[in-house]
């Protein structure tokens, strides 16, 4: 009661506020239009506008004044780094709040992974809200490190820094009334409900919308935004490393339906980060584009605040949080200083101060697997033709091809020249011995393999490569790794990472991770592949929720049958 009259005091002006911003052009979120004034803030908040008497002024002389961008959907683990790492990544690029779902480390490790992001989230200078995984695994397609009913679901449910149950990506069993779904969401007592329906329309997008799932991260066309939009939902606005959609949709934007539409990064690594941005990146590439920019800003801040039901985010206004942010034109949208709860964190793309050093890690080793042998990766000829999965550049979906099989002997393996590598993915936490192997175009691999302890969703084992021997040496190294990133040529390590944190996160720093990736590319692109992110390429090839063909521990999969299907074809 009593910090409440002093800030009732402060916003009258009759007691000194913290601080003075005068001289700022203020992004007026709910006006949509740029105020010229001063700005007061006492204990963290927007005291008010107009004339104040502070104990601090900073005169910013005509710079602009934003709320802080929020992500309103991300996946820190796909960063590569530990949270207090992605914040000193992305505030000094003005993010102040971020959503994250913890489903990759929840993938391996259940509610202890959960559990973890959310203690190494604290005393960091971002806001971390969490929406609790909804589909782990994703299916029982697929083997995992964790199982998350909704008994688990509800021992966090009633936490205040859960907002709600994330991307609901089984919406096979939404539609289909299937019970432990249904519990899933019930439990959630009216609180926000992600959606991920790709492709998803008509009467079973009704029936999907009807559960209370209010938005979706996954249209990539305008006729399917238009529908889910027209049907209520908000459209998360998607510009990840993989999956880049923001173009694509940003025509689709009016005056009239600005306000349902949110930027989020979904899986973005270290490089784009550091080389292109986070939300601000989003926002210069909407003004680019011809969206108005105070609609830009706001799609970046009060859209996902009202959202998800964050009422003191979002917007620079009498009793919002002192998150705010100075930039210097409409066109660079160059951030000069970030602002934290009115403290100023970060300036000229710096975080200030530091952030103090985390507590050890205190995590299980997550590779229980025993390395294999050459044996396990062989291919028996059972026929002619083959289902090989297509990637498609700049999206996670595939498509499915039927090819013919290059036989040597009695053995299928991969043919170079057509650019049909092997695919296989190694289940790594039940100690199972489950090896689902198939075959992939789109690396262009000349030689070597490449593997990954990153596979979503399930963040098994994951390799390509053009010979069985190379595609051997990189899963044994990944285990001996203990999780990482490995290139391997002529049975030789070229280059490879370590993640040791969940097999999924580097303890080191996000410049350290970066260059790590930066060189893995290289290495890659050395021994032919074409692809500027072939690592995460990789990643989602095992991800059995989006179409059409994907691999798992448990073999090819296909994705709008629902089931496991026999590589060769009949």
Request: aromatic fraction near 6%; charged fraction near 25%; proline fraction near 4%.
């Amino acid at each position: 009661m009593i910090n409440l009259e002093k800030r009732i005091k402060a916003a009258m002006g009759e007691i000194y506020a913290d601080l003075l911003i005068k001289n700022a052009q203020v992004i007026n979120v709910f006006s949509g239009e740029i105020q010229k004034t001063d700005v007061a803030v006492f204990q963290g908040m927007i005291a008010g506008f107009g004339r104040y008497k502070a104990k601090k002024t900073i005169d910013i002389r005509g710079m602009y004044l934003s709320p802080g961008l929020i992500d309103g959907h991300v996946h820190i683990e796909s960063s590569m780094v530990l949270p207090i790492e992605f914040a000193t990544g992305v505030a000094p690029l003005g993010t102040t709040t971020v959503v994250i779902d913890p489903h990759e480390i929840a993938n391996v490790f259940g509610l202890e992974g959960i559990k973890f992001m959310a203690e190494y989230s604290k005393n960091i200078p971002l806001d971390i809200f969490i929406m609790l995984p909804s589909c782990v695994p994703a299916t029982d397609m697929e083997t995992s490190g964790g199982r998350l009913g909704y008994h688990d679901l509800s021992t966090f449910a009633d936490k205040p820094w859960v907002l709600g149950l994330a991307e609901m990506m089984n919406y096979s069993g939404v539609i289909h009334r299937d019970n432990s779904v249904l519990k899933k969401i019930d439990i959630m007592k009216g609180k926000v409900i992600d959606g991920h329906a790709p492709g998803l329309s008509g009467k079973g997008l009704n029936a999907y919308i009807s559960a209370g799932i209010r938005s979706d991260h996954e249209c990539t066309t305008i006729e399917e935004a238009r529908e889910k939009l027209e049907k209520g939902m908000y459209i998360m606005l998607r510009e990840g490393t993989i999956a880049k959609n923001l173009k694509t949709l940003l025509p689709f934007i009016t005056t009239e339906n600005s306000r349902r539409f949110m930027f989020v990064t979904d899986d973005r690594n270290p490089v784009d980060i550091v080389n292109e941005g986070h939300i601000n990146f989003m926002v210069k590439t909407a003004i680019k584009w011809g969206i108005d920019p105070v609609t830009a800003v706001r799609m970046a801040t009060l859209n996902p605040a009202e959202y998800f039901r964050l009422n003191k985010f979002g917007a620079i206004a009498p009793g919002y949080n002192a998150d705010f942010i100075f930039f210097d034109n409409l066109k660079s949208f160059n951030i000069k200083k970030v602002f934290k709860r009115g403290r100023l964190v970060a300036e000229n793309g710096c975080l200030i101060p530091e952030i103090p050093s985390e507590n050890p890690i205190h995590l299980r080793c997550s590779m229980n697997v025993k390395p294999i042998s050459i044996d396990n990766l062989k291919i028996k000829v059972r026929g002619r033709l083959i289902k090989v999965i297509e990637i498609i550049s700049g999206q996670l979906i595939t498509r499915k091809k039927i090819e013919k099989a290059k036989i040597d002997g009695e053995i299928v393996v991969a043919d170079v020249d057509r650019d049909i590598l092997k695919v296989a993915v190694i289940e790594r936490h039940l100690s199972s011995g489950n090896i689902g192997i198939g075959f992939v175009e789109g690396f262009g691999l000349k030689k070597g393999a490449i593997a990954s302890s990153v596979s979503h969703d399930s963040h098994n084992i994951i390799t390509v490569g053009t010979s069985d021997r190379d595609m051997m040496c990189a899963v044994n190294e990944i285990i001996h790794l203990k999780g990482g990133q490995v290139v391997v040529s002529g049975e030789d390590i070229i280059e490879s990472f370590p993640l040791p944190v969940a097999g999924l996160m580097s303890d080191k720093s996000l410049n350290e991770v970066k260059d790590g990736v930066e060189r893995l590319n290289f290495a890659a692109k050395r021994l032919g592949c074409p692809l500027t992110n072939p690592f995460m390429s990789l990643s989602f090839l095992s991800l059995s929720v989006i179409p059409e063909l994907k691999i798992t521990d448990k073999g090819l999969i296909d994705v709008e049958k629902s089931k496991i299907v026999p590589l060769f074809e009949r």
